[in-house]
């Protein structure tokens, strides 16, 4: 008798309730999307309501990050890149919930790519997707306590600079983001590096080509909360009252026939495209952006 993991019953019950509903197997699955208003099952891109478009887009959260980065904001519909779909989502079942996401005409005619330093519609369906799931348990921002003690800053929160060979205006904070060999760079671990939190303060402190890095560390720090809170969704237990993420992260590339093409067809630390799913709202939130270009894209 062949002992199943938890993982496998799960599946194995999801089989049996699909069976029982009459929807499609896991392996042939498709999602749609559509506006939350709408009752319509045709991919539509969604807007927020207007409270919670207001909230991302607040006016000091775009200054800061037209200071860092450039980055532009592209009203084209839709300007905050969420949608809502219309099946259940598992984490197991990632991979294909992205090639769905990337194959759709409505997500491909909503869509921007990087060519040759312009934005440009994506035209045609993704051929594959890459898909990394993203580690995303943090529900505050403890994670940070380490750069305050470490060496990096100063007591008045002011980041330390120092010299490098390349960069002629450069400091402890991106020292320690960037290379191992950094004595400060081991102060965040492994783990916790993995996290989207991370990520998103790395992102935001690496910023754009055209960069103008703050002389502190709160605004990293603000604008990371801010844009975490916006993105991710939490849940409290009633039995312990203790908050937990239910959204799940992926980082997701996709590829045409000529090989990579979203969100850019470079490879680079700053271009990137995360997935965020809200399972319970059936949400899924499009973050991304291409180096060399200054443009950052909700």
């Given at each position: 008798m062949v002992a199943l993991t938890l993982t496998d019953w799960c599946k194995l019950i999801h089989l049996v309730c699909l069976y029982r509903t009459g929807e499609e197997a896991v392996g042939d699955k498709r999602w749609t999307l559509t506006k939350r208003n709408q009752k319509?099952?045709?991919?539509?891109?969604?807007?927020?309501?207007?409270?919670?478009?207001?909230?991302?887009?607040?006016?000091?959260?775009?200054?800061?990050?037209?200071?860092?980065?450039?980055?532009?904001?592209?009203?084209?519909?839709?300007?905050?890149?969420?949608?809502?779909?219309?099946?259940?989502?598992?984490?197991?079942?990632?991979?294909?919930?992205?090639?769905?996401?990337?194959?759709?005409?409505?997500?491909?005619?909503?869509?921007?790519?990087?060519?040759?330093?312009?934005?440009?519609?994506?035209?045609?369906?993704?051929v594959s997707v890459d898909v990394e799931v993203v580690p995303c348990t943090k529900v505050s921002m403890e994670?940070?306590?380490?750069?305050?003690?470490?060496?990096?800053?100063?007591?008045?929160?002011?980041?330390?600079?120092?010299?490098?060979?390349?960069?002629?205006?450069?400091?402890?904070?991106r020292q320690m983001l960037q290379e191992e060999d950094s004595?400060?760079?081991?102060?965040i671990g492994r783990a916790e590096r993995g996290e989207f939190m991370f990520r998103l303060f790395k992102h935001l402190c690496l910023g754009g080509e055209l960069c103008q890095y703050e002389d502190t560390i709160d605004p990293y720090i603000s604008t990371t909360k801010h844009i975490y809170k916006d993105l991710i969704?939490?849940?409290?237990?009633?039995?312990?009252?203790?908050?937990?993420?239910?959204?799940?992260?992926l980082k997701v590339s996709a590829q045409d026939e000529s090989g990579r093409c979203y969100p850019g067809r470079g490879e680079a630390e700053q271009t990137f495209?995360?997935?965020?799913?809200?399972?319970?709202?059936?949400?899924?939130t499009l973050l991304y952006h291409c180096y060399g270009v200054g443009s950052f894209t909700f």
């Open positions: 319509k099952s045709t991919m539509e891109a969604l807007k927020k309501e207007r409270k919670k478009e207001k909230k991302l887009l607040d006016k000091d959260i775009l200054t800061l990050l037209m200071k860092w980065c450039r980055w532009n904001f592209h009203f084209y519909k839709p300007s905050l890149c969420t949608f809502s779909f219309d099946q259940s989502f598992y984490p197991y079942n990632s991979e294909r919930f992205a090639l769905c996401f990337f194959r759709d005409p409505d997500v491909v005619s909503s869509l921007r790519k990087m060519e040759t330093g312009a934005w440009v519609p994506l035209e045609k369906p993704a994670l940070f306590d380490p750069i305050y003690s470490c060496g990096v800053l100063r007591p008045t929160g002011h980041v330390v600079k120092c010299f490098h060979d390349v960069y002629p205006d450069y400091d402890e904070l004595e400060h760079y081991h102060v969704s939490v849940q409290k237990a009633p039995e312990t009252n203790k908050i937990s993420v239910v959204s799940t992260v495209a995360y997935i965020i799913v809200d399972p319970y709202k059936r949400h899924v």
